[in-house]
Structures are given as C-alpha cells and as structure tokens.
Nanobody
Framework: QVQLVESGGGKVQAGGSLRLSCTAS????????MGWFRQVAGKEREFVAA???????YYGDSVKGRFTISRDNAKNTVYLQMNSLKPEDTAVYYC?????????????????WGQGTQVTVSS
C-alpha cells in the first residue's frame, strides 16, 4: 500500500515562500509521474504542477513562473517550491502519484493521494 505524506505547509505573508515536500512509502514511485493539486473549500481540486518520471514538468497557468516542482528519486520525495505567494494561493495542497494514462493535468490519472497540507497566505 502506497502512502504519501505531505509536509511544509503553513502561514506566510504575501510575497513570501514555502517549500512543500511529499514522501512516498510502501513502494518506490520513481517510475511514476507525481503531481500537486490544491483545493479551497467548496471548490474543485485544481491542478498545480506535475513532474514525469523523466522529470519533465508541467504547471497550471496561475502558478507558472512562481512555483517549481522537482523530485529526488533516491529519497522517494517530490517537492513544490512556492515563491511570490499570493493570498489566492491559500488552499489545502495535495500530493498525488500518477498511474493512469489520462492527461497529466487530470485528477483521474492519479491513483495515490496524500492527506493534504494547509497553505495560508495573508495579505
């Protein structure tokens, strides 16, 4: 059974930075795409960023140029570096492991999900 555990969330002022981490246990996910999604209460879970097994990266339009996704396969860990944070980035951030063949932007292509970590950006 794969478990994903996120860490690094917290409260920050607008313009600040946070780095989220997601560590997998149970099996290696080095050959899987990994993604980050975020969700605000009452809204759909939104694609943030993804990285393939060969480290190609993809970003949602609202975070391009500010967020960077990376992975360390030796540590079975994926990171999301978030810079120039804005109040609208406030959400619960979820890490996900991809096994499906649908678009990397789609929630449905991800099988494994973490419990989420709260990010709050104040103005």
């Amino acid at each position: 059974q794969v478990q994903l555990v996120e860490s690094g969330g917290g409260k920050v002022q607008a313009g600040g930075s946070l780095r989220l981490s997601c560590t997998a246990s149970g099996r290696t996910l080095s050959s899987n795409g990994m993604g980050w999604f975020r969700q605000v209460a009452g809204k759909e879970r939104e694609f943030v960023a993804a990285i393939t097994w060969i480290s190609s990266t993809y970003y949602g339009d609202s975070v391009k140029g500010r967020f960077t996704i990376s992975r360390d396969n030796a540590k079975n860990t994926v990171y999301l570096q978030m810079n120039s944070l804005k109040p609208e980035d406030t959400a619960v951030y979820y890490c996900a492991g991809r096994t499906g063949r649908e678009s990397i932007y789609y929630r449905s292509s991800y099988t494994y999900w973490g419990q989420g970590t709260q990010v709050t950006v104040s103005s």
